[in-house]
């Protein structure tokens, strides 16, 4: 059975109210709020620089690799069959492409995670 229970606690002048859900008897903590509103562990979610350090590092890296990497195997490519610049052009048109879908899949994924924190 699943119930929803609030309760309040005062401690050092600070109302904090913790969330507890009911499975089967045992109770679950599922958040915690304090007097300003603000769950203590998405403050510190947000407060952690390295988070972003990493979260710009992928990205960036998810534009770059395959945009150069594309465009790398298209001037292979070109050195090959001797079409000079027929397959870099279609490497760096693959390469944007799989940028803009991974970029894309990227910030989807932080909006879901923003929007659940």
């Not at 904090?16 to 679950?28: A, E, I, M, P, S």
């Not at 079409?83 to 879908?101: N, Q, R, Y």
């Amino acid at each position: 059975m699943y119930k929803r229970k609030t309760s309040t606690l005062h401690a050092e002048n600070e109302k904090v109210t913790r969330f507890t859900l009911d499975v089967k008897g045992k109770d679950t903590t599922v958040g915690v709020k304090n007097d300003s509103g603000l769950d203590n562990k998405k403050k510190q979610f947000d407060d952690n620089g390295w988070y972003y350090i990493g979260l710009f590092s992928q990205i960036g890296f998810s534009i770059a690799l395959p945009i150069a990497g594309c465009a790398i195997l298209g001037k292979m490519a070109d050195g090959v069959w001797n079409s000079t610049p027929k397959w870099t052009f279609i490497g760096l048109g693959v390469g944007i492409a799989v940028s803009v879908v991974t970029f894309i899949h990227s910030i989807r994924i932080v909006l879901h995670d923003k929007r659940n924190n």
